[in-house]
T-cell receptor, first 112, second 117 residues
Framework: GDSVTQMEGPVTLSEEAFLTINCTYTATGYPSLFWYVQYPGEGLQLLLKATKADDKGSNKGFEATYRKETTSFHLEKGSVQVSDSAVYFCALSQNTGNQFYFGTGTSLTVIP | DTGVSQDPRHKITKRGQNVTFRCDPISEHNRLYWYRQTLGQGPEFLTYFQNEAQLEKSRLLSDRFSAERPKGSFSTLEIQRTEQGDSAMYLC???????????????FGEGSRLTVL
């Protein structure tokens, strides 16, 4: 079945450090890939998405590229801020959009 | 506030009791989802509604669980004869069916945390 595997946390970085959170997937066909973020005390919200191979999703300085050859969708940010502290979830959806498969989440803490 | 709202935010109950959670989606959204999230895990799909029709149910949704969306607006998730293994965060999400570029824009509520003693 479809599934997502993402790197375990927690991750602690200093402000302005480079961030990578790895995500790989297993799926039939050509799913859409997403990163969701959950800030403390809030619900999950969509951070970025890519719907086909080689697409790059980007938002708020975060980027992820859909790599079909390596079945990966790694999240990157060049310079993290304290306000980026949150839990990040990688997810996939087949294009019917009826069901999303989430990874286990990676907790990020950015210290000043 | 026009986001997804869930009630109650936290429920503590004794094993064997019934509990019900309510979700009010964003008003124009015709799709509504229930997910369950346990500690250290990502959300797991439970069920999905398109308007008032329940179109898909996960195998995680045992016969003790029932979800309804009677008028295609709010939804309820009832758990009968609760067990300690039901302790989790129950998440509701809604989305707008339609354009392909909207795919993936699930709007989540803050969740209802269930603790079964």
């Amino acid at each position: 079945g479809d599934s997502v595997t993402q790197m375990e946390g927690p991750v602690t970085l200093s402000e302005e450090a480079f961030l990578t959170i790895n995500c790989t997937y297993t799926a039939t066909g050509y799913p859409s890939l997403f990163w969701y973020v959950q800030y403390p005390g809030e619900g999950l919200q969509l951070l970025l998405k890519a719907t086909k191979a080689d697409d790059k999703g980007s938002n708020k300085g975060f980027e992820a590229t859909y790599r079909k050859e390596t079945t990966s969708f790694h999240l990157e940010k060049g310079s993290v801020q304290v306000s980026d502290s949150a839990v990040y979830f990688c997810a996939l959806s087949q294009n019917t959009g009826n069901q999303f498969y989430f990874g286990t989440g990676t907790s990020l803490t950015v210290i000043p | 506030d026009t986001g997804v709202s869930q009630d109650p935010r936290h429920k503590i109950t004794k094993r064997g009791q019934n509990v019900t959670f309510r979700c009010d989606p964003i008003s124009e959204h015709n799709r509504l989802y229930w997910y369950r999230q346990t500690l250290g895990q990502g959300p797991e799909f439970l069920t999905y509604f398109q308007n008032e029709a329940q179109l898909e149910k996960s195998r995680l949704l045992s016969d003790r669980f029932s979800a309804e969306r009677p008028k295609g607006s709010f939804s309820t998730l009832e758990i009968q004869r609760t067990e300690q293994g039901d302790s989790a965060m129950y998440l509701c999400a809604s989305s707008l069916d339609g354009l392909a570029e909207r795919n993936g824009e699930l709007f989540f509520g803050e969740g209802s945390r269930l603790t079964v003693l």
